[in-house]
């Protein structure tokens, strides 16, 4: 889409000039600052190109071109079928409402290509139609009502509409974490700036939020790179909130004062525990270590970074990502979840009474016949409370 596909545009301009296309509608847009209107247009789907770069499938395009072991081509019609049916696939219940919609009232609300016919707005209406005349042979979804841009269009406005379009404040939910960050960042290597992205997405001109997503997609690049799957967007597709909650990790260490090597420890540890499949809330737990400087429940936090280096390193990825739902915790969990109660003892220390009960519960619970009592850390574990209970006796006298 960076050059002009002179020879579509000819054959636009030709279907414009020869036939009654014209809608009884237009669009509005923001051009270089200045509101304006498209004229709308019912042209056949035959003439456009799907737009492979539409932020809304970033993700799923860069999976796809690994795929394929390469870039797929829009005016192909090999690839283009590929790329309708990962359009399709997005979102399968959405696109069979859309579906049923369209199929019972047509196409009310237009899309927007470029002079030259590449998609900028409307590329899964695009994909229904397609298969609503496949399904149903009927001539009117061989159609697409569409707003054509002028050609002195550059890329920064190709991107701020299509952004202003598709990310909105009632769209992100609807394009999608990864996609939006993704989105973002082609914004800033198209040369807009941060203060400018977030006039157009949010109409103000507060880049801090801006910014502190991109660097969220950093966090993810490293990550992706640690576990040896780069690129690879959609295996972080639905663990944003997890380096969101990283940041707020090396927030927290930067007020601290934490020295370099514990803090790439510590992230490393998170990585493991995010492909480990951990709750995104649950690394506030480390937070808060970090915040209180709980020395003994970081050291096992560390620790289980370390058991990750070898299996979950850049020199040796992990070959196969877990299974979020296996009930069973895995050894980097046991790790986490004793210094999780490490944190919790730190935190409720003042609350003896309630301490006292909860330990008193869990000891009567205890089936004293487990062979499991045997072991030799579990040993260590009764030595530790045979202590306090001596001390509690001298209190009890």
Excluded at 150 to 176: F, M, S, T
Excluded at 330 to 356: C, P, Q
């Amino acid at each position: 889409m960076s050059e002009l596909n002179s020879d579509n545009k000819t054959r636009i301009d030709e279907y414009i000039t020869t036939n009654d296309c014209e809608e009884n509608d237009s669009i509005p847009v923001n051009l270089k600052g200045e509101k304006k209107r498209l004229q709308v247009y019912r042209l056949p789907i035959e003439l456009l190109y799907y737009n492979i770069r539409n932020g809304r499938f970033a993700a799923e395009y860069i999976n796809e071109v690994k795929k394929q072991g390469g870039e797929l081509k829009p005016e192909d019609k090999e690839d283009a079928k590929k790329i309708k049916n990962l359009l399709w696939n997005l979102d399968v219940n959405e696109s069979k409402r859309t579906y049923d919609d369209i199929k019972d009232r047509g196409q009310w609300l237009p899309g927007i290509i470029t002079e030259d016919g590449y998609v900028i707005d409307g590329n899964r209406r695009m994909t229904i139609l397609s298969k609503l005349f496949e399904d149903t042979s009927n001539d009117e979804f061989k159609f697409i009502k569409v707003g054509r841009l002028p050609g002195d269009v550059d890329k920064n406005d190709l991107w701020k509409l299509e952004a202003g379009i598709q990310l909105g404040k009632d769209e992100i939910l609807r394009y999608g974490p990864m996609n939006e960050l993704l989105k973002l960042r082609q914004g800033v290597n198209a040369g807009i700036t941060t203060s400018e992205i977030a006039k157009t997405l949010y109409g103000i001109d507060d880049k801090d939020e801006i910014e502190l997503k991109l660097d969220r997609l950093e966090r993810i690049d490293e990550y992706l790179v640690h576990v040896g799957k780069p690129g690879d967007y959609k295996l972080a597709d639905r663990k944003v909130e997890h380096f969101a909650e990283l940041q707020k990790i090396i927030v927290t260490e930067d007020r601290m004062g934490v020295d370099t090597t514990t803090r790439q420890k510590i992230k490393f540890a998170v990585f493991c525990l995010i492909y480990d499949g951990i709750g995104h809330r649950e690394l506030r737990k480390i937070e808060r270590m970090v915040r209180i400087q709980l020395d003994t429940a970081i050291k096992k936090i560390i620790s289980l970074g370390e058991k990750c280096q070898g299996k979950a390193g850049i020199e040796e990825p992990i070959p196969e990502e877990p299974d979020e739902e296996d009930g069973e915790n895995s050894e980097i969990g046991t790790i986490f979840e004793e210094a999780g109660d490490e944190l919790g003892a730190e935190e409720n220390k003042d609350k003896v009474a309630e301490m006292l009960r909860k330990a008193a519960t869990f000891l009567d619970a205890i089936d004293y016949q487990n062979p499991d009592l045997q072991k030799p850390e579990v040993k260590d574990v009764i030595k530790r409370i045979l202590r306090s209970a001596k001390k509690l006796e001298e209190i009890g006298k």
